[in-house]
């Protein structure tokens, strides 16, 4: 009968991959703080609620990209500058647990 060899496991990093939503609404909230504007001035020129605006930012909604579209006007920017920006955020957020799997399959191949 063959052994039975263990298949290695990747390390789960520390601290998992931040939400997408989490970042868009890190970026937003970024943006309104420096123009100086308050929850009720950028969520009226985008046409939602303060309420709403405040949710997003905090990362408890997950908008439709008609609404990121409209606060992103809002803020004078535009859907590619502001998508941009959070995907360089999950692409720097993400590097440690990218660099964590590539050291395990590393460790995987030297084991093969």
Do not use: C
């Not at 868009?24 to 504007?37: I, K, V």
């Not at 309420?51 to 609404?67: A, D, F, I, N, T």
């Amino acid at each position: 009968m063959a052994d039975i060899v263990p298949f290695p496991h990747a390390p789960r990093p520390a601290d998992p991959e931040p939400l997408w939503r989490h970042l868009l609404g890190n970026q937003l909230r970024r943006r309104r703080h420096d123009r100086e504007e308050t929850l009720t001035e950028t969520a009226d020129r985008a046409g939602v609620s303060p309420q709403y605006l405040s949710e997003v930012e905090r990362g408890l909604k997950e908008p439709s990209s008609e609404m990121i579209a409209a606060i992103a006007g809002a803020l004078d920017t535009s859907l590619i500058e502001l998508t941009s920006a959070v995907a360089d955020e999950l692409r720097t957020a993400a590097a440690p647990a990218s660099a964590a799997v590539s050291a395990a399959r590393g460790a995987f191949s030297l084991a093969a």
